[in-house]
């Protein structure tokens, strides 16, 4: 099952429209990216982003998954901040 971190890279892609940016402000290259949405797409069996020469947007099965990545995201974080909290 894959991580938060995967998350992560789908809602950064979603927020800026682009993996080269996405990449930037989750600090890792855009092929690390880029492989592993495709990993993400792969084990859901569903395309999520859709690829462009001028950037990405998400797809109706990714405007679908959106809210679910972000609960998790910021639930996983919520938990790590009462975690370090005590």
Do not use: K
Not at 42 to 59: N, S
């Amino acid at each position: 099952m894959p991580g938060i971190r995967v998350l992560t890279y789908l809602i950064a892609i979603a927020e800026t429209g682009h993996f080269g940016r996405a990449a930037l402000r989750c600090n890792v290259s855009a092929s690390t990216l880029s492989g592993q949405i495709r990993r993400f797409e792969d084990y859901l069996g569903a395309r999520l982003i859709e690829r462009h020469p001028d950037g990405a947007r998400l797809t109706d099965a990714g405007r679908r998954v959106m809210p679910w990545a972000e609960v998790i995201v910021h639930s996983a974080n919520r938990l790590r901040e009462t975690a370090r909290a005590v």
